[in-house]
C-alpha cells in the first residue's frame, strides 16, 4: 500500500470517528481523483449535459463524509462507495431531466467497448441504472463489481481489493455482468 493510500485511510477512519479536522485533510488527497472519475463518466453523457464534473464531485464528496459512521476499510472501498453515490446523483439528475422533458430526451450514455456494451445498447443512465437493479436481484456482486468499474473507474486490482474478493473473481464477475446487462439492455432498444 503506497503513502497516499495509507492516508488517505486513515484519514477516512478519522472522519468515521467525528474529526472534521480530518475531512479537511482529506480533501486535497482524494479531490483529484474523484474529478478525473466525474469527468470520465461525464464525456459518455449527452453533449448538452449541464452538470459538471466540478459539481458532481462537490455533491457526491458532501454525501461521502456526511456518513461519519460509515465503516471505511480504506481508500479503494471508499472510491467504490463513491462510484455508487456518484450513479445516484447521476440517476436523480436524469431522472429530473426526464421529468422536465416530459419523458423526451433523456441523456444518452454511451459505453466504449472496454465498458459494459456498445453505444446503440445502452441508450441513457436510467436504462442502466434500471437494469442494474434488476441485476442486484440475480447478483449484488456483479452490480458492485459493475459499480466500481464503470462509475468508480476502479482497476481490476482497486476492484477487488475494494470487495474483498480475488482479480480473478472480479474479472469473471465483469465478464459476466457485461454479457448479462448487455443481452437485457439489448431488450429494451
Given at each position: 500500500m503506497d503513502a497516499n493510500s495509507e492516508n488517505v485511510t486513515v484519514l477516512l477512519q478519522r472522519v468515521e470517528a467525528g474529526d472534521n479536522e480530518a475531512a479537511n485533510q482529506l480533501v486535497p488527497l482524494v479531490y483529484r481523483e474523484l474529478r478525473q472519475m466525474a469527468g470520465s463518466y461525464l464525456r459518455h453523457e449527452r453533449p448538452d449535459h449541464?452538470?459538471?464534473?466540478?459539481?458532481?464531485?462537490n455533491e457526491a464528496y458532501l454525501k461521502l463524509v456526511d456518513q461519519k459512521s460509515f465503516p471505511w476499510k480504506n481508500r479503494s472501498h471508499f472510491f467504490g462507495v463513491a462510484a455508487q453515490v456518484m450513479r445516484h446523483i447521476l440517476v436523480d439528475y436524469a431522472r429530473s431531466y426526464r421529468a422536465e422533458k416530459r419523458g423526451g430526451g433523456a441523456g444518452n450514455l454511451s459505453l466504449d467497448e472496454a465498458m459494459i456494451a456498445s453505444p446503440e445498447n445502452a441508450r441513457d443512465v436510467l436504462l442502466l441504472d434500471e437494469t442494474l437493479s434488476r441485476l442486484s436481484e440475480v447478483d449484488p456482486q456483479l452490480v458492485s463489481v459493475v459499480e466500481m468499474r464503470v462509475f468508480g473507474g476502479l482497476s481490476i486490482q482497486e476492484t477487488a481489493v475494494a470487495l474483498g474478493i480475488s482479480p480473478a473473481t472480479v474479472k469473471r464477475n465483469w465478464n459476466m455482468a457485461k454479457a448479462w446487462l448487455t443481452q437485457e439492455m439489448g431488450k429494451k432498444k
Open positions: 449541464t452538470l459538471q464534473p466540478t459539481a458532481l464531485v
